[in-house]
T-cell receptor, first 114, second 112 residues
Framework: GAVVSQHPSRVICKSGTSVKIECRSL??????MFWYRQFPKQSLMLMAT?????????EQGVEKDKFLINHASLTLSTLTVTSAHPEDSSFYIC??????????FGSGTRLTVV | KQEVTQIPAALSVPEGENLVLNCSFT??????LQWFRQDPGKGLTSLLL?????REQTSGRLNASLDKSSGRSTLYIAASQPGDSATYLC???????????FGSGTRLLVRP
């Protein structure tokens, strides 16, 4: 089946630093990838849609300068949280489309900003 | 604006019971509906995907139905097991934007 690898699974960083999260489709080409944010005991909220070779489309209320998305190849998208603050602490999940399996999700990244 | 609702928010049942999780959506212009499982601190595992033209899908002890016109889907779990304990999320894929819109999930606990 389709597999999406997300790395790192956990990261702790100091306030003011930047953190990069990678999302890779391992056995298929993902023309579109999606980035979600999930708060404890809440559902997934779509942050942005990432298309290979073009600029990401951000959802309303999501700061594009804060959450930088790069989709440089058909198998890799990255989310960089810039100048992270404690309120950015959350669970971030990516997903990719490109197969008949529908949308395949990564295993998520727990970001803690201290 | 599409809104997806899941009822109940939490459910605790003894092992062996059959159970039904509900999902409703306000805009019937969907491309498909997907049920996911999420274990604590983990990503999502796809359980069943139902295309808008289909009425149901089955996989093992799981059966999902879709009534697009009434905006409802159910996930039926037969003979529940403690290993089924997780949060179950339904999500609809919109025809117009190809975005997945998630419900808030049902937290299931199956007691041994």
């Amino acid at each position: 089946g389709a597999v999406v690898s997300q790395h790192p699974s956990r990261v702790i960083c100091k306030s003011g630093t930047s953190v990069k999260i990678e999302c890779r489709s391992l056995d298929f080409q993902a023309t579109t990838m999606f980035w979600y944010r999930q708060f404890p005991k809440q559902s997934l909220m779509l942050m942005a849609t990432s298309n290979e070779g073009s600029k990401a489309t951000y959802e309303q209320g999501v700061e594009k300068d804060k959450f930088l998305i790069n989709h440089a190849s058909l198998t890799l998208s990255t989310l960089t949280v810039t100048s992270a603050h404690p309120e950015d602490s959350s669970f971030y999940i990516c997903s990719a489309s490109g197969t008949s399996y529908g949308y395949t999700f990564g295993s998520g990244t727990r970001l803690t900003v201290v | 604006k599409q809104e997806v609702t899941q009822i109940p928010a939490a459910l605790s049942v003894p092992e062996g019971e059959n159970l039904v999780l509900n999902c409703s959506f306000t805009d019937s212009a969907i491309y498909n509906l997907q049920w996911f499982r999420q274990d604590p601190g983990k990503g999502l595992t796809s359980l069943l995907l139902i295309q808008s033209s289909q009425r149901e899908q089955t996989s093992g002890r799981l059966n999902a139905s879709l009534d697009k016109s009434s905006g409802r889907s159910t996930l039926y779990i037969a003979a529940s097991q403690p290993g089924d304990s997780a949060t179950y999320l339904c999500a609809v894929l919109m025809d117009s934007s190809y975005k997945l819109i998630f419900g808030s999930g049902t937290r299931l606990l199956v007691r041994p």
